[in-house]
């Protein structure tokens, strides 16, 4: 076995893939596709001695954007809403072509609550980032760190 720095377990992977993510969301933000994709490969490339190719990789990311919303957390006395939930699920098949035991189809859920006084435009981009970097990181973990 061989492990690195960060715990994750590549053996005899050399390659990745990322496919890039479509947004099949009811609610489509733009621009949302390509910051998870490339924060998927920044991830892989930064954290596992693996090349990322454009084609067929040892280990491969596929997936989609399933869902994108906001809704009322908790209400406050006078019947308003006093936090929101900001989410953002999405469905990855991951494939190890050198242990297909490590392959899975699965969504991941990530989420950042904010105070209903805030517009969501005003704070979107920020929970955005957030939570794809909690996202990726579920990702990576599944995939490569093997606790």
């Given amino acids: 076995m061989k492990y690195s720095f960060t715990g ?17 969301a009811p609610i489509v933000q733009p621009g949302l596709s390509q910051t998870l994709t490339d924060a998927l490969i920044d991830k892989c490339k930064a954290q596992t001695n693996m090349k990322y190719v454009t084609g067929i990789g040892d280990a491969s990311f596929e997936g989609e954007i399933k869902d994108y919303n906001t809704r009322p957390l908790t209400v406050a006395a006078d019947a308003q809403a006093a ?11 991951f494939t190890n072509s050198l242990d297909p035991t490590l392959n899975f189809d ?7 609550d904010y105070n209903s006084n805030l517009d969501l435009s005003a704070v979107e981009a920020d929970l955005s980032n957030k939570i794809i970097d909690m996202l990726v990181e579920d990702i990576f973990n599944q995939a490569f760190v093997n606790w």
């Fill in 83 to 93: 936090t929101n939930r900001f989410s953002i699920t999405v469905q990855v098949k």
């Fill in 106 to 112: 699965q969504p991941f859920t990530r989420y950042e």
């Fill in 8 to 24: 994750a377990h590549t053996q005899g992977l050399k390659t990745f893939n990322v496919v890039y993510f479509q947004n099949r």
